[in-house]
């Protein structure tokens, strides 16, 4: 299915390009209700950024990674996500006293969607990476340098062994990662999205 | 033998099989459920790590711009609050307003006999809404408060200091509600809590332990206290005012 792009979609693009230009409406556009948000909700101005910061970087790595492509307006989307992000970390910091009632910006179904795939997608990375972080100090180091040296050659010189041993770690270490996500309770639960 | 399938996912991937392992793989593929979800998975964890590692230092390139960028649009709290709280409730022109008021009741009513609290108990409107937000117990409390409604204004406004305990004006009104329902012990503890520090209600907070001091008709008491409150405040000139008056 060919998705067509909402003209907020120059945020993405600019996330991207890392285009400070076009990056600093999306601060003066929307980041005012944002603060205001997070200061009602037992939080201050740097807890703000942190979420909007945390919240772009994903939105960054969504478009990256699966392409990601904005077809509602950005505001909403925008809002949403960050007012969630929020409210996770408050349960995280153990502060469930909430005051706060859902305002009534309108979500369209669209919207919701869109927010939703952000968040699942951002759910699956942190799995993958945790799980990342669980392997041998040698999986993580191979893993590594395969990821960012594109060629396996140069990986098996860098390492000091031989291409064919440094295929089969490779795969070898890819299996035990495949195995630690596919046994997590996370991976299960995201399976039922 | 399942080290084996990761070799043959990671040849699959990098399109080195044969054609006819190509068959027979995606054959597995759609007809061992296990198999094709240890595939899945490990196609995901390739691109998703492949994106990150790939990518890290444009995201810390990203990051430091968005640094810049939140820094320089999101203001700290010490500014937004002087901004903010004082001249939301404290703006010269509505204080001014205020107190000609009360000041003109004044004129009008007491020029015979003592003062009564009533005479100086024209309490500025609760406007915690200016600063932005649509909180239910905020204009729940506002518009108890300032349709004179005080128990309910006190239930409101207890819920909002259950959450911003260090919020003074909050705390102010508290006390206000409390004064006009008589129950003097709770007012008289927030007023001389708040009129001891150093926030900017300070000196309302002595002003009203003031008029909390006069409705008890304890004026030896109420005088004590007008006579703290300096020049430089806006409660000055009403003080000043009952001052005569006693």
Same mark, same amino acid.
């Not at chain 2, 703290?228 to 806006?234: F, G, K, R, V």
């Given at each position: 299915m060919i998705q067509k792009p909402h003209e907020d979609h120059i945020y993405i693009e600019a996330l991207l390009k890392n285009d400070s230009r076009v990056l600093s409406k999306i601060y003066e556009k929307f980041s005012h209700k944002i603060v205001s948000y997070v200061r009602n909700n037992n939080g201050n101005s740097d807890d703000a950024q942190d979420i909007i910061q945390e919240t772009l970087v994903t939105i960054y790595h969504q478009a990256k990674e699966k392409n990601f492509i904005l077809t509602c307006p950005f505001d909403a989307y925008f809002y949403l996500l960050c007012k969630r992000r929020w409210l996770n970390e408050l349960k995280k910091r153990g502060n469930n006293r909430v005051t706060i009632l859902d305002d009534t910006t309108s979500i369209t179904e669209e919207q919701e969607q869109q927010v939703e795939e952000t968040e699942i997608f951002e759910k699956q990375s942190q799995l993958f990476e945790s799980k990342f972080k669980e392997l041998g100090a040698k999986c993580q180091e191979l893993l590594k340098t395969t990821f960012k040296i594109k060629s396996m050659e140069k990986v098996a010189e860098i390492l000091g062994v031989t291409y064919g041993y440094a295929r089969k770690k490779k795969s070898q270490c890819m299996g035990k990662l495949t195995q630690l996500v596919k046994d997590s309770n996370e991976f299960h639960q995201l399976k039922a999205y | 033998m399942k080290e084996d399938y990761y070799i043959l996912f990671d040849n699959y991937l990098n399109k080195e099989l044969s054609a006819s392992e190509i068959i027979s793989f995606e054959e597995k593929l759609n007809t061992d459920a296990d198999f094709n979800q240890e595939f899945e998975i490990y196609k995901a964890l390739e691109t998703s790590l492949a994106s990150k590692f790939e990518n890290e230092e444009a995201e810390k390139e990203l990051k430091n711009t968005l640094s810049k960028l939140g820094s320089k649009y999101i203001k700290p709290e010490n500014s937004i609050k002087k901004k903010g709280k004082i001249i939301s409730l404290f703006s010269n022109k509505k204080f001014m307003v205020a107190a000609s008021i009360a000041l003109l009741i004044g004129f009008f009513l007491f020029n015979n006999g003592d003062p009564v609290y009533s005479d100086f108990s024209n309490h500025n409107a609760l406007e915690l809404v200016v600063r932005g937000d649509n909180n239910e117990a905020i204009i729940k409390a506002q518009d108890a408060f300032n349709s004179k409604n005080y128990k309910e204004a006190l239930q409101q406004l207890t819920v909002l200091s259950e959450t911003n305990s260090n919020d003074t004006e909050i705390e102010l009104y508290k006390g206000i509600c409390y004064l006009e329902l008589n129950v003097y012990v709770e007012s008289d503890v927030i007023f001389d809590a708040i009129s001891s520090?150093? %926030?900017?209600f300070a000196n309302t907070a002595s002003w009203y332990k003031a008029l909390s001091m006069l409705k008890q008709e304890q004026f030896e008491a109420c005088k004590y206290v007008l006579k703290?409150?300096?020049? %430089?405040?806006?409660e000055y000139k009403q003080a000043q005012k009952l001052l005569k008056k006693l």
């Open positions: - | 520090g150093n %926030s900017a703290t409150i300096p020049e %430089s405040a806006a």
